[in-house]
């Protein structure tokens, strides 16, 4: 079992930056690829960046290429740098762990494990 806690939300002005990060516990094979979604009212979740391992795989939606940045520690847990940040950005975040992969992946069925959210709130 993974268990996953996202912290780091907040309100921000556009321009801004925000680092959202996900602490994780359980077994070290289920969080080897991990990844942070989005979803605001009324839209579909979102993929917004995955990771595999350190880094070796990532992958980023086209909407936030240049401006965030998924990273991962030694210890599994992965951060979302978020920089630049635009109105269109706000939306609750949400940390997913995927398993063994071999790349990174913004499908949500490839994650079986998923964390309760951080609200991110861009204001123009």
């Known amino acids: 079992q993974v268990q996953l806690v996202e912290s780091g939300g907040g309100s921000v002005q556009a321009g801004g930056s925000l680092r959202l990060s996900c602490l994780a516990s359980g077994s070290g094979s289920s969080t080897e690829c991990m990844g942070w979604f989005r979803q605001a009212p009324g839209k579909e979740r979102e993929g917004v960046a995955s990771?595999?391992?350190?880094?070796?795989?990532t992958l980023y939606a086209d909407s936030v290429k240049g401006r965030f940045t998924i990273s991962k520690d030694n210890a599994k847990n992965v951060y979302l740098q978020m920089n630049s940040l635009k109105p269109e950005d706000t939306a609750m975040y949400y940390c997913a762990a995927c398993g063994l992969r071999w790349q990174a992946s913004l499908i949500s069925g490839s994650y079986n494990y998923w964390g309760q959210g951080t609200q991110v709130t861009v204001s123009s």
């Open positions: 990771i595999v391992g350190s880094g070796r795989s």
